[in-house]
């Protein structure tokens, strides 16, 4: 078993910043890749970024390239998403999820979820 707690979560202006980040425990962090997803109000799950086991290997959904940032920290067993330059449309629970088996934009990849933590962005 994983458990995944996000936090960093909260109310920000257009344009602003946060960083959330996603704590894990239970069995070797470094084993898993790493997933940040969200679901907004009325819509379903979706992919936000990934990153490899050793952090090497990275990946986007089109609509945050360039302006989020999945990192992690082996040491610390946590994953961090920084975002940048958010837009009302960023609004939504971001959730962290660990998959044994690889880097996936499929939800369905991923074997553990945090609680998810709320992001708001007003206009």
């Known amino acids: 078993q994983v458990q995944l707690v996000e936090s960093g979560g909260g109310l920000v202006q257009a344009g602003g910043s946060l960083s959330l980040s996603c704590a894990a425990s239970?069995?070797?962090?470094?084993?898993?890749?790493m997933g940040w997803f969200r679901q907004a109000p009325g819509k379903e799950r979706e992919f936000v970024a990934t990153?490899?086991?050793?952090?090497?290997?990275?990946s986007y959904a089109d609509s945050v390239k360039g302006r989020f940032t999945i990192s992690r920290n082996n040491a610390k067993n946590t994953v961090y998403l920084q975002m940048n330059s958010l837009k009302p449309e960023d609004t939504a629970v971001y959730y962290c999820?660990?998959?044994?088996?690889?880097?996936?934009?499929?939800?369905?990849?991923?074997?553990?979820w945090g609680q998810g933590t709320q992001v708001t962005v007003s206009s």
């Open positions: 990153i490899s086991t050793g952090g090497l290997i990275t």
């Open positions: 239970g069995r070797t962090f470094s084993n898993y890749a």
């Open positions: 999820a660990a998959a044994r088996y690889g880097t996936s934009a499929s939800a369905a990849s991923y074997d553990y």
